[in-house]
């Protein structure tokens, strides 16, 4: 799993920084973070859609990991416990802002095939859409079919495609079942293809 | 038993082998569908990598300094709190403890004060004794009880009296 490391840092283990961590040396949980930062605020920017919930977001999450360091055990690796923690912030927050929103948003039962291709990107006017689209209006595509998966659909799908974990590592890290993993993998899948297929397709 | 999803899906990731990939493939209705739909599934995942893998965090620096902010901040929080807590802990249970005993004794006192029985007087009793002639009165007994609070009540209680003193008044 590519992580950002200078050499120096490379030298050190992953493991030798935790049980520093451990005994409260904050500079080695910098070390951690700077490892680790790009790909948690990516991993929660997709999930999010939005730059500075991110940030917060995963400010959160590393503040939650310092404070619950003491309690790793080295049962898994240290990013899948992280990913536990960024996991349950990010999905908390969602269900929170779904919850304020009135809960119409992260209905399964939506059937995303209805919803009109590129409606909200293209101008009407515009004989080939998908042909003419820029890279900030496919970003918009994507975002937009993501947002109507459900949060643990969206975390599944990204750890899969984006993170290339595996499904164990998955599961670890959303305190579910292999099976249930893999079954929202399939669902996931198959709604992102119904929404997105006119895009991936054309690009 | 895996479910139809779960299979699918450890199919299309390249997951099955061997007796159960044979198995699978061979309950398809359509296999040729199925692989279409297999490249096209890998289709969009290569696509949600390329579009989606690339988001970096801009101002890393930055970042880690307000998480180094915020970690000390709240570090120093939690101490700041223990040592306020510990400071309160220990003299709070003396004063507590000591400020009951210190209750406790006052109380005790005054309730043993105002419920211990009215005294008999020496000093009326004495009269009264010497009011009460024994031969006439043999079986005469006078008790006087005085309670001493704020009424100042006195009470004579006399038995087996047949006359009073020619002399005595009652007061």
Known sequence: MQTETTPAQADVSELDLVKQCQAGNSEAFDQLVTRYRTRVFAMIYNMVHNEQDAWDLAQDSFVKAWKSIGRFRGKSSFYTWIYRIVMNVTIDWLRKRQIKAGGAEFDDSIQLKEIEPASKTVPKADPLPHQRMEQGEIRARIDQAIEQLSPEHRAVILMKEIEEMQYHEIAESLGCSIGTVMSRLFYARKKLQNTLRDVYENV | ?171
């Not at chain 2, 020496?122 to 006078?142: C, F, G, H, M, R």
């Open chain 2, 1 to 171: 038993m895996k479910t139809f999803e779960e299979k699918w899906t450890a199919w299309l990731d390249g997951q099955l082998s061997g007796r159960e990939l044979v198995e699978f493939e061979s309950s398809l209705p359509d296999l040729a569908a199925a692989e279409a739909e297999k490249r096209d599934a890998q289709k969009l995942g290569l696509f949600l990598k390329k579009e989606l893998g690339a988001q970096a965090l801009s101002n890393e620096d930055f970042f880690s300094h307000q998480l180094r902010e915020r970690i000390a901040g709240e570090t120093e929080e939690s101490h700041g709190s223990g040592g306020r807590s510990s400071w309160w802990t220990v003299p709070r249970l003396v004063w507590s403890g000591a400020t009951a005993l210190a209750l406790f004794f006052i109380c005790a006192v005054a309730i043993m004060r105002q419920h211990q029985p009215g005294e008999q007087s020496e000093y009326l009793t004495q009269i009264l004794k010497s009011q009460v002639d024994p031969v006439a009165n043999p079986n005469a007994t006078v008790s006087i009880f005085e309670i001493k609070n704020d009424n100042k009540v006195t009470v004579l209680w006399t038995e087996g009296l047949q006359t009073l003193p020619a002399d005595y008044a009652a007061k």
